[in-house]
Each structure stands twice: as C-alpha cells, then as structure tokens.
C-alpha cells in the first residue's frame, strides 16, 4: 500500500474567522506563484496567483500577499467557512522555458462550526 | 464543465500486472503533466509534455512511461505496479509551462 506520509501543518480555526496560511518558497528566481485548495479525494484547484512584480493581490473571499525580500508567501480567507476546509499548496516557478511547478508541503485547514 | 477529466478515478490492479491510466483535456493547452501524490504529501511531478515533447524528470522510475497520441489526450503507463506505487495519479494541464496548470481529480490506484 502507499508508504506512510508525513503529518501536514494544520491550522484550527472556527467558522467566520479569519485565516493566514503561510509558505515559505525556496527560489529567489521564482517569478510566479499560485496557491491551490485540495479537498480530501480531489485534485488540486486553483484558488489565486501573484506574479513577482506585485506584492499583494486580492480575489473573491481571499488575498495572497507577497514578500519576496524573505521569501514568503501566505493566503488569507475570509470569514472562513467549513467548506474551506482542506489541504492547501503553495507553489512556485521560476522563469519560462523548461521550468515547471515546484510545490510545498502544503497545510491542512480545519474549520469548526 | 469538466475542463481536466480523467478515468477511471478508482484503479485496482494486482502487484506487477500492468495498468494504464489515461487523462483527456478540453483546453488545448500545450503542456499536459503527471504527478503522483501519497497520502499527507504535496504532488511529485513525473513528466510531463510540451505537445509532442517528452520531458521526463530524473528521479521518475523506469517502470512509468507515458504517451501523448494528440493535444486532447494522455496516458500514463505503469509497467509493473508495486505496492510503493499505491497513490493518487494527478494529471494537470497548462497553456505554457510557466502559466497556471489545471487538475483533474484524480485517479486512485490501489495495487494488491
């Protein structure tokens, strides 16, 4: 069967709080980077992304905020509701060309009503 | 609208029997992907396609391959399944390599 994963960073809040989920990338080069929402079963989908010449960018409910200077990127939600809940990734790429996403260990969010 | 579909999205198969996943897009992106997740963990890129280009990680075990026979259209082949190969198998799309890539849920794999 599949090997034993290691235990996810889980972040506990209670329905109609806010919530911060933090990442930390590895490549200064990285221009582009998008956070994903994996509920349990599913594949990834795509919640929001920033390019690098930017340092905040807000969507429906959420806002990614960039800080290149140390290399961190976090998701904000909202008001957060028990459908939010699940594993959300951080990922990255840098540049064009042969480059392609590079993915963090990700963070399982836990909503109570 | 299913956009990235994939099938079956539950696969059982006997430990060294041969099996194949396939993945179809409705995007004509350029670039289809395969990763492989296991529990708890983030996606592991396993290749991926640039149209008819082939880009194979390094670390991708020989007993994978895949085939892309037109844009719409990939699979993924496992020569013969061992159980460290019960995962999820994710495939993904983009326009350009550096653009958002796009999932289908997922196929789970279940090797006895």
């Known amino acids: 069967g599949e090997s034993v994963g290691l235990h996810l960073p889980t972040l506990s809040v209670q329905e109609g709080d806010n919530s911060i989920i933090n990442c930390a990338y590895s490549?200064?080069?990285?221009?582009?980077f998008i956070w994903y929402k994996q509920e349990s079963g599913k594949g990834p989908q795509f919640i929001i992304d920033i390019r690098s010449n930017m340092d905040k960018r807000q969507g429906q409910r959420v806002t990614v905020l960039l800080n290149k200077t140390v290399k961190h990127l976090s998701l904000q939600i909202a008001a957060t509701q028990p459908g939010d809940s699940a594993v959300y990734f951080c990922a990255e790429n840098w540049g064009s060309g042969y480059s392609t996403l590079t993915f963090g260990k990700g963070t399982m969010l836990l909503v109570s009503p | 609208d299913a956009m990235v579909i994939q099938n079956p999205r539950y696969q059982v198969t006997q430990f060294g029997k041969p099996v194949t996943l396939s993945c179809s897009q409705t995007?004509?992106?350029?670039?289809m992907y395969w990763y492989q997740q296991k529990s708890s963990q983030a996606p592991k890129l396993l290749f991926h396609?640039?149209?008819?280009?082939?880009?194979n990680e390094a670390d991708t075990p020989d007993n994978f391959q895949s085939r892309r026979p037109n844009t719409s259209f990939c699979f993924l082949d496992i020569r013969s399944p061992g159980l460290g190969d019960a995962a999820m198998y994710l495939c993904a799309t983009s326009r350009e390599r550096e653009d958002t890539q796009y999932f289908g849920p997922g196929t789970r794999l279940t090797v006895l």
């Open positions: 490549n200064s080069a990285s221009d582009y």
């Open positions: 396609y640039y149209d008819k280009d082939f880009n």
């Open positions: 995007l004509n992106h350029n670039v």
